[in-house]
């Protein structure tokens, strides 16, 4: 008999995997995502499943974004509430993942196994990409169906944090290793945002394990090895690199900014409410195609001000529990929220799944005591049900 635990992971992984596949193969996949989310839901709840935590607060915004977004024919397109009734199903979803991993013990096996198959997977077709198609700016831009060489970093590293995140819960450690590969790949995509986030989130998870008295060696090689490097000559080679290979060597100055200043000017008190339209804002249509290059100028656009409230609720509410659970998890449920803002691609977009997921993962704690108090918990910060497994075997799993 199949269990609810393995249900699940299968679930999770084919949402993930489908995910992935509407950037590179192209958008039929994101209805199968659509799919896969209504059947999971629905499986959980008639399988007798009940959600846990106290988010109703969030669910009633998410449904008020929902029902806002009706009117975004006004517009001329019902994308809106496409978009947030994909919202809705991934906060949902994220939320049946959350209340199974407190019930089920090998459920966070399972997950950990699927996203790192997705991870790999994606990883080995950028590997791919850069021997068949070559390495560079514009050859970056072919790599996906969907979406720029800003793209292309955008999904790595949603999979890395979100892998970083479940593989934390399942051994109470942090990979190291995945980081250094994602911001090495990101590296030769020459994308700013794609440099910087998988830069912290690298900088995150590199103290994160020096702040762990178990891994000793581990710390000792990685300190061994930012000596040699910083004594070198690598780091002004790495400087020149960043500053005139990549899109750094512009600043932070773009047709973005000029983008969402030119909509956050158009913006008025009804609109503010209701959601302004792009009409009044050309440079969106001349830069961007008609897409504003951001998750939260669009949620705006097409929900309103429920949208704007459900942004901010998350926000401060997790960063009240990440005193008490730890800032790790909080760190790459802002990151993740962070690069939804250079693109359409989460709240709302295709990776809301990670979002909400991370958000609601804020909300539990782990044993893992490090030093400088990076994170709080308790010895029995375990989530309940979930099963110990030692030091040896994270490392093993990284």
């Not at 958008?27 to 988010?55: E, N, P, Y």
């Not at 109703?56 to 517009?75: A, D, G, H, K, P």
């Not at 050309?282 to 008609?290: D, F, L, N, V």
């Amino acid at each position: 008999m199949i269990s609810v635990s393995n249900i699940a992971a299968l679930s999770f992984f084919l949402v993930s995997l489908c995910i992935v596949a509407t950037f590179v193969v192209g958008q039929f996949f994101s209805f199968l995502v659509f799919f896969v989310l209504i059947l999971a839901v629905i499986v959980f709840i008639w399988s007798g499943g009940r959600f846990k935590g106290r988010f109703n607060l969030e669910l009633l915004l998410c449904f008020f974004c929902l029902l806002s977004s009706v009117f975004s024919y006004r517009f001329g397109s019902y994308g809106g509430f496409y978009l947030s009734s994909f919202m809705f199903l991934s906060f949902l979803f994220s939320l049946t993942f959350y209340s199974i991993s407190f019930s089920e013990s090998y459920f966070l096996v399972g997950a950990h196994k699927a996203i790192k198959v997705v991870f790999l997977l994606y990883l080995s077709y950028l590997i791919f990409c850069f021997v068949l198609k070559g390495v560079g700016p514009l050859s970056a831009d072919d790599y996906l169906a969907i979406g720029s060489r800003n793209m292309v970093s955008a999904v790595l590293i949603y999979l890395q944090i979100i892998y970083s995140i479940i593989f934390f819960y399942r051994f109470s450690s942090v990979p190291v290793l995945t980081p250094i590969i994602t911001f090495i790949v990101c590296l030769f995509l020459f994308g700013r945002s794609g440099i910087l986030i998988s830069g912290i989130w690298l900088a995150v998870s590199i103290f994160y394990r020096v702040s762990e008295k178990k891994y000793s060696v581990s710390a000792f090689l990685i300190l061994a090895f930012f000596v040699i490097f910083a004594i070198s000559d690598v780091p002004d080679t790495a400087f020149h690199y960043l500053i005139l290979e990549t899109k750094f060597r512009h600043g932070f100055e773009s047709n973005r900014m000029e983008m969402w200043v030119e909509y956050f000017l158009s913006i008025d008190i009804l609109s503010f409410f209701v959601g302004q339209s792009y009409d009044l804002s050309p440079s969106i249509e001349i830069y961007g195609g008609g897409s504003p290059h951001s998750s939260f100028i669009n949620g705006h656009h097409f929900m309103g001000f429920p949208y704007l409230v459900l942004i901010a609720l998350m926000f401060f509410r997790s960063v009240f529990f990440a005193f008490f659970n730890g800032f790790f998890v909080f760190i790459g449920f802002f990151l993740l929220v962070f690069r939804a803002g250079f693109d359409v691609i989460a709240m709302p977009g295709l990776f809301s799944v990670f979002v909400f997921l991370a958000y609601f993962l804020c909300f539990s704690s782990v044993s893992c005591k490090c030093k400088n108090h990076f994170s709080v918990v308790s010895a029995q910060g375990h989530l309940p049900g979930q099963r110990i497994i030692g030091l040896s075997s994270a490392q093993k799993h990284e």
